[in-house]
């Protein structure tokens, strides 16, 4: 099985643009989440999609969105790009059951930079 | 709330040797997941070892092994002949079903050749 695909994998924004990232779950995974590691902060959770829904969410303000499609592909966006959100974002899947134990797997990441 | 706390924020051994990495947690859950994952300087996380809580069992992954716990809540991984490409940042995490992932703050593993 393909693993999980993240797009894009650099990507250098301005402050106040906003911007899209795209993950691809591994195949018949259900549930995606979404992390923003930095190095001051470590991971951060950011939200949890299960079958279109949002399941769980972080502590982050309302710029940060998701969304998750009925083949379980997920976008994350944020508006009105901060330097703060200069950070490695961070995709993982998840066949969202007890079969496999709950576990994730993570994709390489986008590197997002804003300046 | 659920926490997971890594003590060890740095470590280092050498090229053969044995290491532990710490991690406790909190929570008032009896049936959960505990996992060790590694990502190494290139940043794809990568899962090394997982556990059920409701198995005694310590899981066991080749060099990698883990001693849990549970009454103390804590979750240690134990190194085996360290190699170098074990150098790498090693987070500890916890989720029971349905729920976020938590995960510590992480401990950062150089092997010394």
């Known amino acids: 099985k393909a693993g999980v695909t993240q797009t894009p994998r650099y990507l250098i924004k301005t402050r106040g643009q906003q911007v899209t990232l795209s993950c691809s779950p591994i195949?018949?995974?259900?549930?995606v989440s979404w992390y923003q590691q930095t190095p001051g902060q470590g991971l951060q959770f950011l939200f949890e999609?299960?079958?279109?829904?949002?399941?769980n969410k972080g502590n982050f303000p309302g710029r940060f969105s998701g969304r998750q499609f009925s083949n379980s592909r997920s976008e994350m966006n944020v508006s009105t790009l901060e330097l703060g959100d200069s950070a490695l974002y961070l995709c993982?899947?998840?066949?969202?059951?007890?079969?496999?134990?709950?576990?994730?797997?993570f994709g390489p990441g986008t590197r997002l930079l804003v300046l | 709330a659920q926490t997971v706390t890594q003590s060890q924020p740095e470590m280092s051994v050498q090229e053969a040797e044995t290491v532990t990495l710490s991690c406790t947690y909190d929570?008032?859950?009896?049936?959960?997941?505990l996992f060790w994952y590694k990502q190494p300087p290139s940043r794809q996380m990568i899962l090394v070892i997982r556990q059920e809580a409701y198995k005694q069992q310590n899981a066991t992954e080749n060099r990698f092994s883990v001693n849990f716990q549970k009454a103390a809540k804590s979750f240690s991984l134990k190194i085996s002949d360290s190699q170098l490409g074990d150098t790498a940042m090693y987070f500890c995490?916890?989720?029971?079903?349905?729920?976020?992932?938590?995960f510590g703050t992480g401990t950062s593993l150089t092997v010394i050749p």
């Open positions: 999609y299960f079958s279109e829904t949002q399941r």
């Open positions: 993982a899947s998840s066949s969202g059951t007890r079969v496999d134990q709950e576990t994730q797997y």
């Open positions: 995490a916890f989720r029971y079903t349905g729920n976020q992932f938590y």
């Open positions: 195949s018949g995974h259900r549930s």
């Open positions: 929570t008032s859950e009896s049936n959960y997941y």
